[in-house]
C-alpha cells in the first residue's frame, strides 16, 4: 500500500473528507500498518460511519444500541478483498457517533485501531458483536459495506409465520432496488433463528448466505436483519428496499392480505429513454468553450427598461442613475471557475459589443468575473464567418474542440453546422415564455434523494430534450441518468400543464392500489378528507 501519494477518498461524500497530510511511510510492519489505520482515507470513512450511524438511528434501524454499521475503506490500489473495514462499536449510542468512536479492522478480521476508553458513564470500548458476521459477508460476499439493522420491520416480518425459514415477496416497484431483482423476480430472503449472543449466529448465517447467493440479507427472527451491499450506497439503498418490503408485509397482514399472492400489473410497459441531447460538459475533450449571452440573462430595477437598448442601459447605468446587474445562475461562476482551473479557455460570444459583455461579466450578482474568460467577441451564430474568424483567432485546429454553449437551441444547432463540437444549455429562466416552453428541472434517477443538492439535477426542455446533465462523480457513485419517470412526467406537463410533478413511493400510495386488486380507481366517499387532482 503506497500512502504518501494517497489522495482524499472519493469514496466517501465530500463534505465528510477531512484535510490533513498522509502519513509517508510504507506499510511493512504492525507499527506502520497502525499508522495506515490512521490515514485520512480512512478518517473519511470513519466519519461516514458515524454519519450513516446517525442516519439510521433516525429510521429506526440502530435504537437502544441494537444494530450496526461497517464500511470497508476503499483504495484503489488494494483488491477489495484486502481493504480496511472500519466498524461501529459495540453497545453504544449509534445517534452520538464521532469518527474517532470507529473501530478499524484488518480484512481477516484483526483489530488494528481502537478507539480511546471515555470517562464515566461510558462503558470502556468493544468492538461490535456483529464483527464475526460482517466479516462473513465480507468474505464470502465480497462486500463493500455491511448494515445490521433492528428495524421493527424487520423482526415483525419474521414473527407473522413463525415456522417459515424464508421471507417471499412478489409484485412490488421496491423490488427493483435490490440488486439483481426487477419487478417480475420473486424477492426470497432467509431466516435464521435467534441466539442469546450476536456471534452463535455465525454457523447459520454463514450457511443461509451460501445456500442463497441471489439474496443481500439475512433475517434473524425476532432480531433484525444483515443487509450488503458492493458500496456503501448499495448496501444503504438496497437496506431502504428492504426496510420498505419489510413493512408492507406487515402491513398487508394487518390487513388481511396475502402478501407473496399480491396481484401485480403485467401490462405496464417499460418506460423509453429521453430522446435528445445529452452533452455533457466534462466528457470529451474540449479546448475551449464559448458562451453566448442573450438579454434574457440580464435583469433590470425595472421591467420597463426591458425593451430599451442594451447600449443606453449601460449609459443609464453609468450615470448612475439605475443599477445594472447580469444575473447569472448559481452554477455559471462555478463552471466558470471549474473550467479556468482546469486550463480550458473560455470565452464570450454574442451580438452585443465586446464593450457590453466585458460590462456585463464586471457587473454580475457573482462580482466581476472577467478574471476566468480569455476573450470576448462579437458576432452572430447563425453567420458562418464568425466562427470561422474565432477559429483563426484562438487557434484551434479542429472546430470540434469547441464547445459552444448557450440558451438558445436554435442559436447551439447553428454553431454546431459551422463545426463547433456541440452545443448545450446553461439555463434560462425567460419569464416572457409562457409555461408550457419552460424548462424543466428533474431529479436523476437511482439515487439517494436525501443527499440530492442543486448541482446533481437535469434541465429539460418543455419537450423533453435534455439540455444540461449532472457533472459525474467519482466511486461509487454511479453514471448519472436522468429520471426513469421522465415521460409519464411530460405527459402531466404537457397534457394538463402541471407546473411541478411528484412521483412518490409511499406505501400508503401503494398500498391502497392493493387493497382492491380488481378496481380501476381509487375513490374516497363520505369521508372528511377530500382528494384534489
Ligand atoms: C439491544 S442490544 C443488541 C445487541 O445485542 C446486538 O443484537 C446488536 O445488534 C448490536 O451489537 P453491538 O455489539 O452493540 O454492535
Ligand atoms: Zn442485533
Known amino acids: 500500500m503506497e500512502i504518501g501519494k494517497r489522495s482524499s477518498n472519493p469514496y466517501v461524500p465530500k463534505h465528510l473528507r477531512r484535510k490533513c497530510t498522509p502519513i509517508e511511510s510504507p506499510i511493512t510492519s504492525s507499527k506502520a500498518a497502525n499508522a495506515y489505520a490512521e490515514t485520512y482515507g480512512v478518517y473519511d470513512t470513519k466519519a461516514l460511519v458515524s454519519e450513516l450511524c446517525k442516519q439510521f438511528y433516525g429510521l429506526g434501524w440502530v435504537l437502544g444500541t441494537g444494530g450496526s454499521v461497517s464500511v470497508k475503506v476503499f483504495d484503489d490500489k488494494e483488491p477489495k478483498s484486502d481493504q480496511l473495514i472500519v466498524m461501529s462499536p459495540s453497545g453504544v449510542q449509534k445517534e452520538r457517533m464521532m469518527p474517532e468512536d470507529m473501530y478499524v479492522l484488518s480484512s481477516d478480521g484483526v483489530v488494528l485501531s481502537t478507539p480511546r476508553s471515555k470517562s464515566y458513564p461510558y462503558n470502556s470500548p468493544k468492538c461490535s458483536e456483529c464483527t464475526p458476521l460482517f466479516l462473513q459477508a465480507y468474505k464470502i460476499r465480497n462486500a463493500g459495506a455491511v448494515i445490521h439493522s433492528h428495524g421493527i420491520e424487520s423482526c415483525l416480518v419474521t414473527m407473522l409465520r413463525p415456522l417459515m425459514k424464508e421471507f417471499r415477496i412478489k409484485h412490488m416497484e421496491m423490488i427493483k432496488g435490490i440488486e439483481g431483482h426487477g419487478y417480475h423476480d420473486e424477492l426470497v430472503i432467509p431466516i435464521i433463528e435467534n441466539t442469546a449472543k450476536e456471534g452463535e449466529l455465525i454457523d447459520s448465517f454463514t450457511e443461509a448466505i451460501r445456500s442463497y447467493p441471489k439474496s443481500t ?28 418490503l419489510f413493512d408492507a408485509a406487515v402491513k398487508l397482514h394487518q390487513l388481511g392480505l396475502d402478501w407473496p399472492s399480491t396481484p401485480g400489473n403485467d401490462t405496464i410497459c417499460s418506460v423509453n429513454t429521453v430522446r435528445g441531447l445529452s452533452l455533457n460538459l466534462l466528457r470529451g475533450v474540449r479546448s475551449c468553450i464559448f458562451i453566448g449571452i442573450d438579454i434574457t440573462h440580464v435583469s433590470y430595477l425595472s421591467d420597463a427598461l426591458c425593451s430599451l437598448a442594451i447600449h443606453k442601459l449601460v449609459s443609464m447605468f453609468r450615470s448612475q442613475r439605475y443599477t445594472l446587474q447580469l444575473r447569472l445562475f448559481d452554477d455559471v461562476p462555478k463552471a466558470l471557475q471549474m473550467w479556468h482551473a482546469s486550463g480550458i479557455k473560455v470565452y464570450i460570444f454574442s451580438g452585443y459589443c465586446r464593450k457590453v459583455q466585458q ?26 464567418r464568425s466562427f470561422k474568424e474565432i477559429f483563426l483567432t484562438v487557434g484551434v485546429d479542429n472546430p470540434a474542440d469547441i464547445l459552444y454553449v448557450t440558451d438558445n437551441l436554435e442559436e447551439a444547432n447553428d454553431a454546431e453546422a459551422a463545426g463547433t463540437g456541440g452545443s448545450v444549455s446553461i439555463k434560462v429562466h425567460d419569464f416572457t415564455k409562457s409555461n408550457s416552453d419552460q424548462l424543466i428541472v428533474m431529479s436523476p434517477s437511482g439515487v439517494q434523494k436525501e443527499r ?29 441518468k436522468c429520471s426513469e419517470c421522465t415521460p409519464l412526467f411530460l405527459q402531466a406537463y404537457k397534457i394538463r400543464k402541471a407546473g411541478a410533478v411528484i412521483y412518490s413511493h409511499g406505501i400508503e400510495a401503494c398500498l391502497v392500489t392493493t387493497i382492491r386488486p380488481l378496481m380501476k380507481e381509487f375513490r374516497v366517499i363520505l369521508s372528511s378528507i377530500n382528494v384534489y387532482a
Request: proline share 7%; net charge positive; aromatic share 18%.
Open 452 to 480: 440530492m443538492v442543486p448541482e446533481d439535477m437535469y434541465v429539460l426542455s418543455s419537450n423533453g430534450v435534455v439540455l444540461l446533465t449532472p457533472l459525474p462523480k467519482p466511486y461509487p457513485y454511479k453514471f448519472p
Open 359 to 384: 460590462f456585463l461579466f464586471h457587473h454580475t450578482n457573482f462580482g466581476d468575473l472577467r478574471k476566468y474568460l480569455s476573450g470576448f467577441f462579437e458576432g452572430n451564430a447563425k453567420d458562418r
Open 217 to 244: 440479507a439475512v433475517l434473524v427472527r425476532n432480531h433484525g436483519v444483515y443487509i450488503w451491499g458492493e458500496t456503501w450506497i448499495s448496501a444503504k439503498t438496497q437496506a431502504e428496499c428492504y426496510h420498505y
